[in-house]
T-cell receptor, first 115, second 115 residues
Framework: AQSVTQLGSHVSVSEGALVLLRCNYS??????LFWYVQYPNQGLQLLLK??????LVKGINGFEAEFKKSETSFHLTKPSAHMSDAAEYFC?????????????FGAGTILRVKS | EAGVTQFPSHSVIEKGQTVTLRCDPI?????LYWYRRVMGKEIKFLLH????????ESGMPNNRFLAERTGGTYSTLKVQPAELEDSGVYFC?????????????FGPGTRLTVL
């Protein structure tokens, strides 16, 4: 069964600093990979997804993630944190092919941005 | 365009009572998913509807949970009788197509507390 590991349940950065949220997956075949963000009292919103084209994926709000097959990783980065980035971030995967696309999520990482 | 809506936003019930959660997907989305997040843990898949048919209900915890989607529009998730371990946030998501890489749009969730 596929699984997703997000290293660090809480990450704290200063405003303007680099944001790095880690995600590793376990799957013999690289899955489709997603990063979602949840702001308080809102639903999950898709930040970006990797489906098999370029390994560096750009998303909304200045976020990007790089797929590294050799490391089974899909870490999320943003060069300069903004206060509005404070939220909970979820990495998720779904297997390629087949029918249906139930997502398998990591445990989430709460990002705190300090002024 | 309205997003995925869920009702109620919060529900507090006693153990042994019944609760029904409702999800209205984005208009025209044939695919509807239910997920659950128990406190401090991962968001986990419960089931997937394609129109009114259950495509995958492998994540349903037990037969106290009953999901329906009559007419292929809104869906309900009934828990009867509720147990303490059913507490958590129940998310609904919808998508236009069922391919593995298609974005799922999430609602804000229903926070269920069983006392």
């Amino acid at each position: 069964a596929q699984s997703v590991t997000q290293l660090g349940s809480h990450v704290s950065v200063s405003e303007g600093a680099l944001v790095l949220l880690r995600c590793n997956y376990s799957s013999s075949v690289p899955p489709y990979l997603f990063w979602y963000v949840q702001y308080p009292n809102q639903g999950l919103q898709l930040l970006l997804k990797y489906t098999s084209a370029a390994t560096l994926v750009k998303g909304i709000n200045g976020f990007e993630a790089e797929f590294k097959k050799s490391e089974t990783s899909f870490h999320l980065t943003k060069p300069s944190a903004h206060m509005s980035d404070a939220a909970e971030y979820f990495c998720a995967v779904t297997p390629r092919g087949g029918y249906g696309n139930k997502l398998v999520f990591g445990a989430g990482t709460i990002l705190r941005v300090k002024s | 365009e309205a997003g995925v809506t869920q009702f109620p936003s919060h529900s507090v019930i006693e153990k042994g009572q019944t609760v029904t959660l409702r999800c209205d997907p984005i208009s025209g989305h044939d695919n509807l998913y239910w997920y659950r997040r128990v406190m401090g843990k991962e968001i986990k898949f419960l089931l997937h509807f394609v129109k009114e048919s259950k495509q995958d209900e492998s994540g349903m915890p037990n037969n106290r949970f009953l999901a329906e989607r009559t007419g292929g529009t809104y869906s309900t998730l009934k828990v009867q009788p509720a147990e303490l371990e059913d507490s958590g946030v129940y998310f609904c998501a919808s998508s236009l197509a069922v391919s593995s890489y298609n974005e799922q749009f999430f609602g804000p969730g229903t926070r269920l507390t069983v006392l």
